[in-house]
């Protein structure tokens, strides 16, 4: 079975960090968050997939999963370009899967067991969630516990129980793409190409997500799952060099990493070839790689890769990739700031 990853999407809701990549590349928990998509795949046995690219710099996807092999999967590449909606995206990849396949969303994160979602009889197959903010998702209304109808992010709170972003279909849903019509938003919708094949008398089973997962489409939801996977799957390992340091519980420390006279407290995460000095490192802290913190104290936030911070206090914070934060102790003592669209400042 093949697996279907849409990589697209503008990201509008992280800018400014998805003004030079998207935002599937964000790591949270020292993954991309796609990474930790493709590696829930391949623990359920689906190891071919194919990467539906967007038009937002797609080259940096292809540069950081190259053909799979480094993931133990393969992956194939189609371009959409410009967002025409999912229903759209997946239709490009007609020619490429078999008879049953499955598509998940490259920015969200659902632990869930992929066998159990793979494994279905009727036409298709979708994984639902209560939400308590239906108005951002295509919801399903559940009559006698069965879906009887899907409507893309209603104005009404006609359901809770939201579609997460992952489904799997048999080809019919190729039948039901070709005859779709744009919606107001002049994208061909995931949910009226299902609701398409309800029109035909087909069977859509669905499951209930129970408890946590996770749509990363905003900073706060970036910290959340960051602060979620942390807890779940990171482990103890030092592999770089500490030096004078206290590191406590389950912090990693990547090969190349150096932390100095300081403090670590895990659950964290630190990449490759980053510098910590005279600093405390709290729990909930994801630092990227090639990263330079220096005289400060950082908890529960996610720093990406390249930054230099030195000399302040973070907290809940989202920094964007090669981003510089310095103390300047000199007079006036005055803040300076070069700040981007949409950013959120608190001082």
Same mark, same amino acid.
């Given at each position: 079975m093949e697996a279907i990853v849409l990589h697209g999407g503008q990201g509008t809701r992280l800018r400014p960090l998805t003004h030079t990549g998207? %935002?599937? /590349? #964000?790591?949270? $928990?020292?993954? =991309?968050? &796609?990474?930790?998509? #493709?590696e829930q795949l391949k623990k359920a046995n689906i190891s071919d997939i194919i990467m539906i690219l967007g038009d937002n710099n797609p080259q940096k996807v292809v540069e950081?999963?190259?053909? @799979?092999?480094? *993931?133990?999967?393969?992956?194939k590449?189609?371009?959409?370009?410009?967002?025409?909606?999912?229903?759209?995206?997946?239709?490009? $990849? %007609?020619?490429?899967?078999?008879e049953k396949f499955l598509v998940y969303l490259g920015d969200n994160i659902v632990p869930y067991n992929l066998s159990k979602l793979v494994? *279905?009889?009727?036409s298709a197959s979708i994984l639902l969630a209560k939400v308590q903010n239906p108005y951002r998702f295509g919801v399903a209304i559940i009559k006698e516990g069965k879906i009887a109808k899907l409507i893309?992010?209603? %104005?009404?709170?006609?359901?809770?129980?939201? /579609?997460? @972003?992952?489904? $799997?279909?048999?080809?019919?849903? *190729?039948?039901?793409?070709?005859? /779709?019509? =744009?919606? =107001?938003r002049n994208e061909l919708e995931i949910t009226d190409a299902i609701q398409g094949l309800?029109?035909?008398?087909?069977?859509?089973?669905?499951?209930?997500?129970?408890?946590?997962?996770? +749509?990363?489409g905003t900073p706060e939801d970036i910290l959340e799952a960051n602060m979620v996977l942390l807890d779940e799957f990171n482990q103890r390992s030092i592999k770089g060099? &500490?030096?004078g340091s206290s590191i406590d519980g389950r912090v990693t420390v990547e090969e190349g990493a150096q932390v100095f006279?300081?403090?670590?407290? @895990? =659950?964290?995460?630190?990449?490759?070839?980053?510098?910590?000095? +005279? &600093?405390?490192?709290?729990?909930?802290?994801? #630092?990227?790689?090639?990263?330079?913190?220096?005289?400060?104290?950082?908890?529960?936030?996610?720093?990406?890769? @390249? &930054?230099?911070?030195s000399g302040v206090s973070l907290r809940d914070s989202l920094i964007g990739q090669s981003s510089k934060i310095l103390r300047i102790n000199k007079r006036p003592l005055a803040m300076r700031f070069i700040i981007g669209e949409r950013s959120s400042l608190e001082v």
């Open positions: 998207p %935002k599937q /590349l #964000i790591k949270v $928990a020292g993954k =991309p968050v &796609s990474q930790w998509v #493709i950081y999963y190259g053909d @799979g092999s480094k *993931f133990e999967v393969k992956i590449y189609i371009y959409q370009g410009k967002a025409r909606g999912l229903a759209d995206a997946i239709y490009r $990849a %007609k020619n490429l899967v078999g494994d *279905f009889k009727g893309e992010k209603p %104005k009404e709170p006609i359901s809770d129980y939201a /579609l997460v @972003g992952v489904y $799997a279909f048999t080809r019919e849903i *190729f039948d039901v793409i070709e005859n /779709l019509k =744009p919606s =107001p309800l029109d035909r008398n087909r069977e859509i089973y669905y499951d209930i997500v129970d408890g946590w997962w996770k +749509d990363t060099i &500490s030096n006279n300081s403090r670590v407290i @895990g =659950p964290t995460f630190i990449g490759y070839n980053s510098i910590i000095k +005279d &600093s405390y490192i709290g729990p909930y802290t994801m #630092i990227g790689d090639s990263c330079n913190i220096e005289n400060s104290d950082i908890e529960n936030s996610v720093i990406l890769d @390249g &930054s230099n911070i």
